[in-house]
């Protein structure tokens, strides 16, 4: 994936009027939305990118849940959370926000992350239909194709790359605008916490 970059194209010191910077990083930079064109497909080839995307979906009650360490985000973990009727948006505080895996240089493989089968439990227990992760993806490393393809395909929006270090689980309010970027499969977005 190509690093994020930044070139001040007018400069000021160079006897510009003003300083101008060009940028030029992924739609799946940071804190970032996937669209259902990101892994499907038919969807990308029709367009369907983040202006499809709910603003009601990605802006409302969410349930911060923690995934004891040693785990991924399997079918028996999200059933021993016991997540109550109705969530629709469900935040995942993982071991990667205490190791500040986000903050690494490297990209590191051990992150936790959702497998398949856990995907396939989500859609078919709860109501939730969008899902945050604290980390670069949703999908266990293993895996990327599998847990993308369910939950995309239910329409459920992952959001990749929060932080949740020193967070308590529980109910916040999610604020959450990605760039509107037309048919991308993915898009930088700002997301905030706070509480009830």
Known sequence: MPA????????????????????????????????????????????IGVESLSLDMLNGLALLVEIPPDTNITADALQAL????????????????????????????SYTAMDKEGAEWLVG???VQLVGIDYVSIAVFEDQTGPHRVLLGEGII????LYFKGVEPGFYNLHCLPLKLIASDGAPARCVLTTL
């Not at 992952?158 to 790359?161: A, M, Q, S």
């Open 158 to 161: 992952p959001v990749e790359g």
């Open 4 to 47: 994020f970059e930044r070139e001040l194209f007018f400069s000021t010191a160079e006897g510009d009027d003003a300083n101008l910077s060009i940028i030029k990083l992924s739609a799946h930079t940071g804190t970032h939305v996937d669209a259902p064109g990101h892994f499907l497909h038919d969807a990308y080839q029709t367009g």
């Open 82 to 109: 016991h997540i109550p009727e109705g969530t629709r948006r469900l935040l995942f505080k993982t071991t990667s926000s205490e190791r500040d895996l986000l903050f690494k240089p490297a990209f590191d493989p």
């Open 125 to 127: 227990h709860t109501d």
